[in-house]
């Protein structure tokens, strides 16, 4: 079974600076996906980033990017510029392409971007 | 507009009560699921299903059950027999050969 770890249960950020957050997994397959979910307080899940397994190129959408190691088993998010509506909890989440495309999600970071 | 409807958004019941929570999506998905949220902590998949008429347990499935009787609904019955069923549900829904789930805004559900 897969595992997934977030080790900083929360962080803070001034705005507008910059803000990585760590992931660790654990599996035996090779051919799967990684995911970066935003919580805010609504609650509702929102997708952040999507790394494919296969690409070694680091994912990037606008001020989120990642640094995915695949041999260290290990897939941070970066938050540039950070703005006070990135204030909420991000989870990492793991997707076996072979197993019922179920998300399994680390305990999550609760991220405060301070002004 | 399509998407995933999850009801109620809060819901009280008393101790030893069964309810049941709705999932429906108008997305054509063929895959649905469950997961809980529990305060400050991760999901976790309660139950999972592919096709209309066949589910999976998740890691927690004990104390719930599931039906899928039609491809745009999934219902969870939280039952008398699930210890500590205070939590945050989130249903969840993906296309044959996506890779990407969409959520619903989730259902609070309190047990006094």
Request: glycine share 6%; aromatic share 12%.
């Amino acid at each position: 079974a897969q595992t997934v770890t977030q080790s900083q249960p929360e962080m803070s950020v001034q705005e507008a600076e910059t803000v990585t957050l760590s992931c660790t997994y654990d599996t035996s397959e090779n051919n799967y996906y990684l995911f970066w979910y935003k919580q805010p307080p609504s609650r509702q899940m929102i997708l952040v980033i999507r790394q494919e397994a296969y690409k070694q190129q680091n994912a990037t959408e606008n001020r989120f990017s990642v640094n995915f190691q695949k041999a260290a088993k290990s897939f941070s998010l970066k938050i540039s510029d950070s703005q006070l509506g990135d204030t909420a909890m991000y989870f990492c989440a793991f997707m076996d392409n072979n197993a019922g495309n179920m998300l399994t999600f680390g305990g999550g970071t609760r991220l405060m971007v301070k002004p | 507009d399509g998407g995933i409807t999850q009801s109620p958004k809060y819901l009280f019941r008393k101790e030893g009560q069964n309810v049941t929570l709705s999932c429906e999506q108008n997305l054509n998905h063929d895959a649905m699921y469950w997961y809980r949220q529990d305060p400050g902590q991760g999901l976790r998949l309660i139950y999972y299903s592919q096709i209309v008429n066949d589910f999976q347990k998740g890691d927690i499935a004990e104390g719930y059950s599931v039906s899928r009787e039609k491809k745009e609904s999934f219902p969870l019955t939280v039952t008398s027999a699930q210890k500590n069923p205070t939590a945050f549900y989130l249903c969840a829904s993906i296309p044959r050969g996506a890779n990407v789930l969409t959520f619903g805004a989730g259902s609070r559900l309190t047990v006094l």
